[in-house]
């Protein structure tokens, strides 16, 4: 994405701008890439700084129940159960995409076949070692796949996973067979081949989505990030790294 058009796109949004502020932001792993790509165009156009933690969902939230002062939180869910909980201010919400859950191997490793409960149950029955996101969003639906097929006591002693970007550092050094995970945690990861999706009565599409914090010492600022991160061309930079756009 040029940066002329983001920096364009963030004018329109902080005409008027409030006075530039610290933003500090909780935000998930799994949108690292994106979101690291587009926090210098913001900061540019705006004079914002943004102090930024990475991390699980998991581990997120519970940075904001223990009071960590934080202005916005991105996180692979969504982020409404947090507004009915009274944490994130109602209204601001926002939706930056979606992925679904599928496969990734190792460059060059054989392909483990998906395309169907049967074909998938077998290649992870068959599998040494595999990896997930571990408590992220995906990871913990997976273990709820794995008890829906039937194959939970099996598998989940192979499952491999740790903090994020673990799955792609395992996949990477071909330490597990595959991945079943969401791709935005691998999507132009080398080493990594991203095989596809997996069939929608197997999947779970996840969003990913952003609120500002209901003790934020800079709301406005907050916001303004947030309604950056949906304008159509930090949208465009998003989907490169794995997300599709959400429509209304």
Not at 16 to 42: H, K, M, N, W
Not at 152 to 163: D, N, Y
């Amino acid at each position: 994405m040029k940066i002329a058009s983001i920096a364009a796109a963030i004018s329109l949004l902080t005409m008027q701008a409030v006075q530039a502020a610290d933003i500090r932001v909780f935000c998930t792993g799994a949108a690292r890439s994106a979101y690291e790509e587009l926090a210098p165009q913001f900061e540019k156009a705006t004079g914002h700084k943004l102090i930024t933690t990475f991390g699980l969902p998991s581990e997120l939230v519970k940075k904001l129940d223990a009071g960590e002062p934080v202005d916005a939180i991105i996180l692979s869910y969504d982020i409404d159960r947090l507004v009915k909980q009274a944490k994130i201010v109602a209204g601001s919400r926002v939706v930056l995409g979606r992925t679904g859950v599928g496969v990734a191997v190792p460059a060059g490793a054989p392909k483990p076949a998906y395309n169907n409960a049967d074909a998938l149950k077998r290649s992870l029955l068959g599998a040494k070692f595999i990896a997930t996101s571990g408590e992220g969003s995906s990871g913990q639906y997976v273990l709820t796949l794995l008890d829906r097929l039937g194959i939970g006591a099996e598998v989940k002693p192979k499952i491999k996973s740790g903090a994020s970007g673990q799955a792609a550092k395992l996949l990477a050094a071909k330490e597990v067979d595959f991945a079943v995970i969401g791709l935005p945690p691998v999507a132009g990861v080398a080493g990594i081949e991203w095989l596809g999706y997996l069939p929608d009565d197997l999947n779970s599409w996840l969003p990913f989505t952003g609120g500002v914090n209901v003790a934020a010492k800079e709301p406005e600022a907050a916001f303004a990030l947030l309604t950056f991160l949906v304008t159509p061309a930090a949208a465009a930079v998003f989907k490169t790294k794995g997300l599709e756009p959400v429509t209304p």
